[in-house]
């Protein structure tokens, strides 16, 4: 590939060897990157990242329980055609107009190569990625109230993220470059925070960061606290002119971190030494 760049993060997104080689891979090969790891690893920040890095413009697909391959294609919105038909205020006998560009259309129609980031894939049904991939393996596709045929001006960069809720059929596997993003160790994450704070003191950054793995590495959590989460802790603390934190039962802003009930009870448990704290 001529105009082939290669990906090294950029200044607001920090990444490592592994991650740049995989994001590298799925350009050279030009196949969809499968990204998986646990919430808050920047699995979505990623597309944005490549995206700012590469220049190309981001499109997003945020998938649901509901969403089908073919939204992602084009939907022909007959709700609005009857709505204009019976005020008689629009013409209504082109369909065109009614014709609505899925993202994976816009990437499709695209005059300029974009990144398409397929945001949570495995919320969809187990028949989805299939039928996905069938289209963008074809790179092209039949619009039957048209009856014309959208091809593909340029092969978009797709990025697919996965929380790992279920399995992924095997043939979609084979088809993708996969990546699992691991959580950022404590060096790494002191770098992450120094992006989003660069003038945090070093010894508010110290304490915070190991107590960040502290709690995530206490039992029982059903939700460990992620990354955005520590980041957004640490600005409430700067904000609160706080100091000095410890893991202990007087932990500041312990909301910013813990987001279940379930969580803060385990939270306290394991500091009371098993026995629930009663006020």
Same mark, same amino acid.
């Given at each position: 590939?001529s105009d =082939?760049r290669?990906?090294r993060?950029?200044?607001?997104y920090?990444?490592?060897?592994?991650?740049?080689?995989?994001?590298? /891979?799925?350009l050279?090969l030009?196949?969809?990157l499968?990204v998986?790891?646990?919430?808050?690893?920047? *699995?979505?920040?990623?597309? $944005?990242a490549?995206?700012e890095?590469?220049?190309?413009?981001?499109?997003?697909?945020n998938v *649901?329980?509901?969403?089908r391959?073919q939204d992602?294609?084009?939907?022909? &919105?007959t709700?609005?055609r009857?709505y204009?038909?019976?005020?008689?205020?629009?013409?209504?006998?082109d369909?065109?107009?009614y014709i %609505?560009?899925? @993202?994976v259309g816009k990437?499709f129609?695209a &005059?300029?190569?974009?990144?398409?980031?397929? &945001?949570e894939i #495995? %919320?969809?049904d187990?028949? =989805?990625p299939?039928?996905?991939?069938n289209?963008?393996?074809?790179?092209?596709?039949?619009? #039957?109230?048209?009856? $014309? $045929?959208v091809?593909? %001006?340029?092969?978009?960069i797709?990025?697919?993220t996965s929380?790992?809720e279920?399995? !992924?059929p095997?043939?979609f596997l084979?088809r /993708?470059v996969?990546?699992?993003?691991?959580?950022?160790? @404590?060096?790494?994450m002191?770098r992450i925070v120094?992006v989003h704070?660069p003038d !945090?003191?070093?010894?508010?950054?110290?304490?915070?960061?190991?107590t960040?793995? $502290?709690?995530?590495?206490?039992k029982r959590?059903r %939700?460990r @606290?992620s990354?955005?989460?520590l980041?957004d802790?640490?600005?409430? !603390?700067? *904000?609160?002119?706080v100091? #000095?934190?410890?893991?202990?039962?007087?932990? @500041?802003? !312990?909301? +910013?971190?813990?987001?279940k009930e379930q969580d803060?009870? +385990?939270?306290?448990?394991?500091?009371?030494g098993?026995?629930?704290w009663r006020?």
């Amino acid at each position: 590939m001529s105009d =082939f760049r290669r990906f090294r993060g950029t200044d607001t997104y920090l990444t490592s060897e592994s991650l740049e080689a995989a994001v590298n /891979c799925a350009l050279v090969l030009e196949r969809p990157l499968l990204v998986r790891g646990e919430p808050g690893t920047g *699995k979505t920040l990623l597309a $944005e990242a490549v995206s700012e890095a590469l220049g190309r413009e981001l499109i997003r697909w945020n998938v *649901k329980s509901t969403t089908r391959a073919q939204d992602g294609l084009y939907v022909y &919105d007959t709700v609005q055609r009857l709505y204009d038909s019976r005020f008689q205020d629009k013409d209504v006998s082109d369909i065109r107009h009614y014709i %609505k560009l899925g @993202p994976v259309g816009k990437a499709f129609a695209a &005059d300029e190569r974009v990144v398409l980031l397929i &945001d949570e894939i #495995d %919320k969809a049904d187990v028949e =989805f990625p299939n039928d996905l991939l069938n289209e963008l393996d074809r790179m092209r596709f039949w619009i #039957d109230e048209l009856q $014309e $045929e959208v091809s593909a %001006k340029h092969r978009p960069i797709v990025i697919i993220t996965s929380n790992a809720e279920k399995e !992924l059929p095997d043939a979609f596997l084979r088809r /993708c470059v996969f990546h699992f993003i691991d959580f950022p160790t @404590p060096e790494l994450m002191d770098r992450i925070v120094r992006v989003h704070h660069p003038d !945090l003191e070093e010894r508010l950054a110290e304490q915070a960061i190991q107590t960040f793995y $502290e709690l995530r590495s206490m039992k029982r959590l059903r %939700k460990r @606290p992620s990354t955005s989460e520590l980041v957004d802790w640490i600005a409430v !603390l700067q *904000k609160a002119g706080v100091g #000095d934190v410890r893991l202990d039962k007087n932990l @500041p802003f !312990l909301g +910013a971190l813990l987001k279940k009930e379930q969580d803060l009870v +385990a939270f306290a448990d394991q500091l009371a030494g098993g026995r629930r704290w009663r006020s």
